[in-house]
C-alpha cells in the first residue's frame, strides 16, 4: 500500500545560507504572518522582515533585504542565544528544532575553537537568530513533515572573517558535516575565484533538520531563494520542492527501540522523554511492567528513523540506568496529513488535518496554538479549543486534498 507525506526537499545548487532558505520558503508560500508572530516570540523587539523577488542569472526568487540598523546592532553568545529561546513563548516544534540547531551550530564552532566560550563574529548578529527561527517556522507553517537534502557544494579558495583569513567550507562548516555525516561535492563546477558556497548557518539548517537521500516525490511547488551575489558562473540561489513523498512499505522503514527501568526517578524519565523527542524520534511513550521478583517498572519505547537508530540507542544507555537497549525494524502505515491556518475571533490556529484516499476525514487544532491563545487573553483552554475545533471542522466537507 503506498504511504505519501507532505515533504520538501532543499537543492542547494547555487550554495546555501539561512536568508536563501527563508527566501525559497516564502516564494512557496510561507505564511509571513506566522513566521512574524514567532519571531516576536523571542521578545527582542518588533522585528519586520522585508522581502524582495529578483533574479540570479535568469533564475527568478525571493531574497532577504537586510535588516534595520538597530536591530544590526544587537549582537549575543551562544549561550544568550539558548537562553533567548528557552524562554520563548515559540512553540514547542519550533522550540525544539532551533535549540538543536543553535546547539549543534555550537559544539561545532567549540571543537574548531578548542575553547568553551567562543568568541562569536558574524554569527552572533541578530541575522542568525532570525534566520535559524524564520527558517523552522517557515517549515512548520508549510505543515513540511519530512525534510530531505541534496549534496552541499564546497565551494574554493579564501574568505575574510572575524577570525581572519578563513579557507572555505569554513572550518565550523567542515565540522557540521562530519558530524551529520552529510555528503559533499568537493568539486563545485566553473569556480575561477574565492567563494563561499555555503555558510555555517545554512549548513546548521540542513544537517539539524534534514536527511542526506533523494526522496521519489510528486512534486507539486519550487521555491528559489537568492543569495546577495551576481556570480558569473552561476546563479547564486537554493531551490526547495514541495510535494508528497512516494514509496511502498517495503521501502519505508523505522527502528522501534526499548528498554526497562526499574530503579529511576519519574524526574529523570520525564527528562528522557523530553531529550528524546528533541532529537528527532517520531514517537515515545511509557507502559507499566513488572519484573523479576515482581518489582513494577516502566518500559521506555520509541520509533526512530534508522538513520537516528545508533544516537537514540546510545542515548538510552547513557541517561538512563540500563545497560541496553533492544531494537527491531519495523514498518507504519499512515493517513496522509497537512497543516492548515485557520482563522477564529481570537486569531490564527493551525489544525492538522487527517487525509484518506484525498478526503478530509478529521481536524485537530494544535494545543500549543491553542494554549497560547488561552494564556495570552486569559481564557479557558478548552473553550478555545472548542471554537477552533468548530472553524475547523468547515473543512470537513468533503473537501478534497
Not at 278 to 303: E, F, H, Y
Request: proline share 4%; charged share 20%; glycine share 8%.
Amino acid at each position: 500500500m503506498p504511504i505519501s507525506e507532505t515533504c520538501a526537499y532543499i537543492r542547494p545548487v547555487g550554495g546555501i545560507s539561512g536568508d536563501m532558505l527563508l527566501g525559497a520558503l516564502i516564494d512557496l508560500g510561507a505564511d509571513r504572518g506566522f513566521i512574524s508572530e514567532q519571531l516576536n516570540c523571542l521578545n527582542l523587539g518588533k522585528i519586520e522582515l522585508e522581502f524582495y523577488h529578483g533574479s540570479r542569472k535568469g533564475v527568478s526568487g525571493v531574497g532577504l533585504l537586510p535588516l534595520k540598523k538597530d536591530l544590526q546592532a544587537n549582537s549575543f553568545t551562544f549561550t544568550q542565544f539558548i537562553e533567548i529561546i528557552e524562554s520563548s513563548t515559540l512553540t514547542q516544534q519550533i522550540n525544539s528544532k532551533a535549540l538543536l540547531t543553535f546547539k549543534n551550530l555550537f559544539k561545532a564552532e567549540q571543537k574548531v575553537h578548542g575553547i568553551e566560550d567562543v568568541k562569536l563574529h558574524e554569527l552572533g548578529s541578530m541575522d542568525t537568530m532570525i534566520d535559524i527561527v524564520g527558517v523552522v517556522s517557515g517549515f512548520v507553517s508549510l505543515g513540511i513533515d519530512r525534510i530531505f537534502c541534496s549534496g552541499l557544494p564546497a565551494g574554493q579558495g579564501f574568505i575574510k572573517s572575524g577570525h581572519g583569513l578563513t579557507p572555505v567550507p569554513a572550518p565550523a562548516v567542515m565540522e557540521l558535516i562530519k558530524m551529520s555525516n552529510a555528503p559533499v561535492l568537493t568539486h563545485s563546477g566553473e569556480l575561477h575565484d574565492s567563494i563561499e558556497m555555503i555558510t555555517p548557518t545554512g549548513v546548521a539548517l540542513v544537517t539539524s533538520l534534514a536527511e542526506f537521500s533523494n526522496p521519489m516525490m510528486r512534486v507539486r511547488k519550487t521555491g528559489f531563494g537568492l543569495g546577495t551575489r551576481d556570480i558569473m558562473t552561476y546563479p547564486n540561489v537554493v531551490s526547495i520542492w514541495t510535494g508528497e513523498s512516494v514509496s511502498n512499505i517495503e521501502s519505508d522503514k523505522y527502528a522501534l527501540l526499548e528498554t526497562n527501568i526499574d530503579d529511576m526517578s519519574p524526574e529523570i524519565i520525564g527528562y528522557v522523554l523530553e531529550r528524546l523527542f528533541g532529537l528527532g524520534v517520531l514517537d515515545v511513550w511509557t507502559t507499566s511492567i513488572s519484573m523479576k521478583k515482581n518489582r513494577p517498572a516502566i518500559q521506555i519505547s520509541c520509533i526512530s528513523t534508522l538513520e537516528l537508530e545508533k544516537t537514540v540507542a546510545d542515548f538510552l544507555i547513557a541517561e538512563t540506568s540500563t545497560f541496553g537497549v533492544r531494537s527491531r525494524k519495523i514498518s507504519r502505515y499512515e493517513a496522509d496529513r497537512k497543516i492548515e491556518r485557520i482563522e477564529t475571533q481570537f486569531g490564527g490556529i493551525n489544525v492538522k488535518l487527517k487525509i484518506i484516499d484525498g478526503k478530509v476525514v478529521n481536524v485537530y487544532p494544535e494545543y500549543e496554538d491553542c494554549k497560547r491563545i488561552a494564556i495570552d487573553k486569559n481564557l479557558p483552554l478548552q473553550k478555545v479549543f472548542q471554537i477552533a475545533q468548530v472553524k475547523g471542522n468547515q473543512l470537513l466537507d468533503g473537501k478534497k486534498m
